[in-house]
């Protein structure tokens, strides 16, 4: 690595070991962890800016943070610490905005039956996270026999009032980002990314009914630009298209207005003793091994506790049923990765309730982290002082063995191991009953 401190490689002869480089691995750590979380932050305010929101405070935090990292500027392991955690606050501060600006557009999520089968007829599968692309697509295509299928983070559209309304949003289809090569090739319709997690279609299989917007490319792919989805619909009515096929019904929509309606039923709930623990497991999917973590935990999870999802890491286990706690679903979709607001919402007002802070309440954060908005909203859960997260399945490589101890002892973050071991060290001393 050439460090521009020494202007030489990292380690040689003459390093200084005080510049970014090899030998100060911990601001690098901090640096790198900054840069990961402002591309989430930025991610979001994408999104909010499509639909009108925008936030002066944010937009000057990604001016000081991009400039916190510039070479021989700050050689304070505090200083990067604290910059990290104020990235966590911009974050909640953006997902504020951005689940401000979606409600005001597409009205407040309610609970929402989706199906997973399919219709017969020509389709559409929408991926990624934007609400205003679907929504376009959804005014172009009404009335064309076309259907819409969601796919992957797309799924809490279904709970949106202004997008439910739109009777050819028919079904979800398919599973997270990773499973994209072999579901899309499954696929007899069009399919359009909005956003990330995309992947390159192996040797081409799809390519050819296959578009892109935004920030979204892929070599072969067709682009949308304005809005204009004339080339996409013309590509869906020639396909074959679907068939008739039955699937499992999933539910989404238990943002925190829908679950705050639930409030004095879950309050009670816990008070009687009938709900015992809250898990929210969740966050970015991927592909590596290691990650049915998740599903086993979920599966493990005691029949008197909770679970709140979100974002695509809910795929591992959302077609399981979970049944009920007196008329409360034991397992409530609170909707994509950005909705990690409403999950702290949810938290608060429960902390509201019981008169005890977030760390009070008998609630655990089970998180899998995979790309750049996992870690903004990390840094956000951090910055909110949430302790005894688990994050998994394995350590983020760009986050140091010494930030990582800082982080264990401020924070009692915590990486996944065995999911029943976790889950019993979790519930010891709690009155969850496995
Ligand atoms: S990995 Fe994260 S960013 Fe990618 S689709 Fe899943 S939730 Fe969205």
Redesign the pocket.
């Known amino acids: 690595m050439f460090c521009y401190q020494c202007e030489q490689t990292a380690g040689g002869k003459g390093c200084t070991k005080v510049g970014i480089c090899g030998k100060n691995e911990d601001i690098q750590s901090l640096q790198d962890t900054l840069i990961f979380g402002l591309k989430g932050i930025a991610?979001y305010a994408y999104h909010a800016r499509r639909l009108g929101a925008i936030d002066e405070d944010v937009d000057a935090f990604m001016h000081e943070g991009l400039f916190t990292t510039l070479t021989n500027t700050n050689f304070d392991l505090n200083q990067h610490l604290e910059a990290v955690l104020k990235c966590g606050q911009m974050n909640i501060k953006i997902m504020e905005l951005l689940d401000k600006a979606n409600t005001w557009k597409f009205g407040n999520p309610v609970p929402t039956e989706v199906e997973t089968g399919t219709k017969k007829g020509p389709g559409i599968l929408i991926t990624?996270?934007d609400l205003l692309d679907l929504y376009e697509l959804l005014k172009q295509t009404e009335g064309t026999g076309i259907n819409i299928y969601t796919h992957?983070?797309m799924l809490p559209a279904h709970g949106y009032p202004k997008l439910k309304k739109f009777k050819h949003l028919v079904g979800n289809f398919g599973g997270?980002?990773q499973e994209q090569k072999k579901e899309f090739k499954g696929f007899p319709g069009a399919i359009f990314a909005t956003?990330?997690?995309v992947q390159i279609p192996p040797d081409n299989a799809y390519v050819d009914r296959f578009f892109t917007t935004g920030i979204v490319g892929v070599p072969g792919a067709q682009r949308i630009n304005d809005h204009d989805y004339s080339k996409l619909i013309e590509k869906a009515k020639s396909l074959p298209g679907l068939a008739e096929a039955p699937g499992k019904k999933i539910m989404t929509g238990f943002h925190h207005t829908a679950v705050l309606g639930l409030a004095d039923k879950i309050v009670r709930a816990v008070k009687s003793g009938k709900i015992k623990h809250f898990f929210l497991i969740g966050?970015?999917?991927?592909a590596k091994p290691g990650r049915n973590y998740y599903t086993q935990f979920a599966e493990s999870v005691p029949k008197d506790c909770v679970i709140l999802t979100l974002?695509?890491?809910k795929y591992r286990f959302n077609k399981l049923d979970f049944g009920s706690i007196d008329g409360i679903p034991r397992l409530l979709d609170v909707g994509?990765?950005n909705n990690a607001y409403s999950a702290v919402q949810i938290a608060l007002a429960l902390s509201d309730a019981f008169k005890t802070d977030v760390n009070g309440l008998p609630l655990t954060l089970v998180l899998s982290w995979?790309?750049?908005?996992?870690v903004a909203i990390l840094l956000s859960l951090l910055y909110l002082g949430i302790k005894g997260m688990y994050i998994g399945p394995t350590p983020p490589a760009f986050i140091s063995g010494n930030v990582f101890k800082m982080l264990q002892e401020k924070f009692d973050l915590k990486l996944t191991g065995e999911p029943k071991k976790d889950l019993e060290s979790i519930l010891h001393g709690s009155k969850c009953t496995a």
């Not at 966050?283 to 991927?286: I, S, Y």
């Not at 995979?370 to 996992?374: C, G, P, V």
């Open positions: 991610a990624g996270h992957g983070e997270a980002w956003t990330n997690c966050g970015c999917d991927g974002a695509c890491g994509q990765c995979y790309e750049q908005k996992a």
